[in-house]
């Protein structure tokens, strides 16, 4: 269900943009960890499930060429928004998913830096070489590392007696596929948390959206009065508590 066009556009109304500030130290701190490799200068790349641009927007500023895919047209039209309000006219967009997009284009080595982090865009052994292909030089995978608790989630789940498991170990699988394609990665990870600030509306869809995933039949009457209860203003704000790995790796 997350995987779903319908899912992403929704999220696009909440999700940060690419100077959000919490977004940006995590984005900062990658981007100096891959530059201690990799010089982006006048270099094309494919950022896949680029979301609103919170990677796109930077690395379209030191490089000649950024192309981002996302099949969320709510996202896209966000990062479409802040190029133009920067003046950026080096990002090109493909509304679409990845595995759409290299199996109707012509993308074998057309790009030297290929990017995909915090995206289910790449999650099957097809994706990841496909993803491997597509890069001339390397490729850098950002994802879970074993640990996500939204901790408003955490409370509801356990109203209804359930615990708040995710699947986190995104970065993990992503070493474990590449090192089978016989690519030497370098792994690192880090911890990180943000604040997400949630309307009445919006915390309740995104609770009952969150339980449904788990296969919990939502109590919506009791997430509606646990949210009331700890609201403030009509507004309801939760901590997430995160590490993400970074795996890094040549493809030429």
Not at 29 to 34: D, F, K, M, V
Not at 47 to 53: E, N, P, Q, R, V
Not at 204 to 210: K, S, V
Request: charged share 20%; proline share 1%.
């Amino acid at each position: 269900m997350y995987n779903t066009t319908e899912f992403w556009d929704k999220k696009a109304d909440s999700y940060p943009l690419f100077d959000d500030i919490e977004m940006k130290k995590d984005v900062l701190q990658i981007l100096e960890l891959i530059g201690e490799r990799f010089d982006f200068s006048n270099r094309d790349i494919l950022d896949i499930g680029c979301g609103t641009g919170s990677f796109a927007l930077y690395l379209a500023q030191i490089s000649n060429s950024v192309f981002g895919i996302d099949f969320s047209k709510n996202m896209l039209s966000k990062l479409e928004l802040c190029a133009k309000k920067l003046n950026i006219s080096n990002i090109n967009t493909f509304q679409g998913t990845w595995e759409g997009y290299y199996n109707s284009n012509s993308f074998y080595k057309m790009f030297d830096f290929v990017l995909a982090c915090m995206t289910p865009a790449v999650s099957t052994i097809e994706h990841f070489k496909a993803m491997c292909d597509s890069s001339k030089e390397m490729c850098v995978y950002v994802g879970w590392a074993g640990k996500r608790e939204n901790l408003l989630f955490k409370e509801i789940f356990k109203l209804h007696d359930s615990l708040y498991q995710q699947n986190v170990n995104q970065a993990f699988r992503c070493v474990e596929i590449i090192n089978s394609f016989k690519y030497e990665t370098t792994f690192h990870q880090f911890d990180t948390s943000w604040n997400s600030s949630y309307s009445l509306e919006n915390a309740i869809h995104e609770a009952t959206l969150h339980l449904n995933m788990a296969g919990v039949i939502p109590n919506v009457e009791l997430i509606k009065e646990y949210i009331h209860d700890n609201a403030k203003d009509n507004i309801i704000t939760s901590k997430t508590v995160a590490t993400k790995g970074v795996v890094i790796w040549n493809t030429n």
